[in-house]
């Protein structure tokens, strides 16, 4: 398995937040079934879905919890020459309350409009267990790569912290951050997340992932990368990976 390739597979995942999740079909017994479901990643970096108790796919795996997401690249001209994604996965919905509650803090920052639907409806938290990965990075590029989930050792009150900072008392340093990537700036943006990697940004109901020149591993290196990106006059590339 190349490094290089676990590494594009892992920043695709990051920065698609949809999917197509593939289940087995109760009502069309040896059929796979389906369905695009919006995602963000929990505190493990697996997937995390907030699904319709009576949606088929979440019969579907109540009956059988095996199932794939497949993760595309998004407005590419040629899918067969970008990079692709199959993440199998045995997927099980969240029970404990606080788990649900972490689950729900976090699903929201992502999906706002979520919270109506999820409290007025019956909805349910579900994540997707990895169990190995298929990466497809172009033509022959193929992979199978089995270490890409990554947990996020902000999650919780430090990355919460730090969302709320940035939005309450730095919407110029998001604005230029939105400015350098050449993002959409009809609406204000928001930070959503951040991980070691990089940082997430909600643009109305849009969602872009930014990375940052280097990992991060505490919050002191995630405020100087913020720092230096918001003097920035580019968008710095990522660091190179051995392949």
């Given at each position: ?61 109540q009956k059988d919890p095996k199932c794939s997401l497949f993760v595309g690249e998004r407005e590419a001209d040629d899918v067969q020459a970008v990079g692709r994604l199959t993440y199998l996965a045995q997927a099980h919905k969240l029970e404990d309350s606080a788990t649900v509650e972490s689950a729900a803090e976090r699903y929201y920052r992502y999906f706002p409009e979520s919270q109506s639907y999820h409290t ?124």
């Amino acid at each position: 398995m190349s490094v290089e390739a676990a590494k594009h597979a892992r920043e695709l995942l990051l920065k698609e937040y949809r999917g197509v999740l593939s289940t087995h079909s109760k009502a069309m017994p040896g059929f796979p079934f389906g369905s695009v479901v919006p995602y963000c990643l929990d505190e493990q970096g697996r997937p995390l879905i907030l699904i319709s108790r009576i949606a088929q796919h979440t019969h579907n795996l109540q009956k059988d919890p095996k199932c794939s997401l497949f993760v595309g690249e998004r407005e590419a001209d040629d899918v067969q020459a970008v990079g692709r994604l199959t993440y199998l996965a045995q997927a099980h919905k969240l029970e404990d309350s606080a788990t649900v509650e972490s689950a729900a803090e976090r699903y929201y920052r992502y999906f706002p409009e979520s919270q109506s639907y999820h409290t007025a409806h019956d909805f349910d938290f579900w994540v997707l267990e990895p169990v190995r990965h298929r990466y497809i990075g172009g033509f022959g590029a193929i992979h199978w790569v089995d270490q890409l989930t990554l947990a996020n050792p902000f999650a919780g009150k430090a990355e919460i912290s730090m969302v709320e900072h940035m939005n309450a008392d730095h919407g110029k340093a998001i604005a230029h951050y939105v400015q350098l990537a050449g993002l959409p700036n009809a609406e204000p943006a928001q930070l959503a997340g951040i991980d070691t990697e990089g940082m997430h940004l909600r643009i109305g109901q849009g969602l872009y992932w930014l990375p940052f020149p280097q990992v991060c591993n505490t919050p002191t290196q995630v405020r100087e990368a913020l720092v230096f990106l918001a003097h920035a006059e580019s968008w710095p590339k990522k660091a190179a990976v051995d392949a």
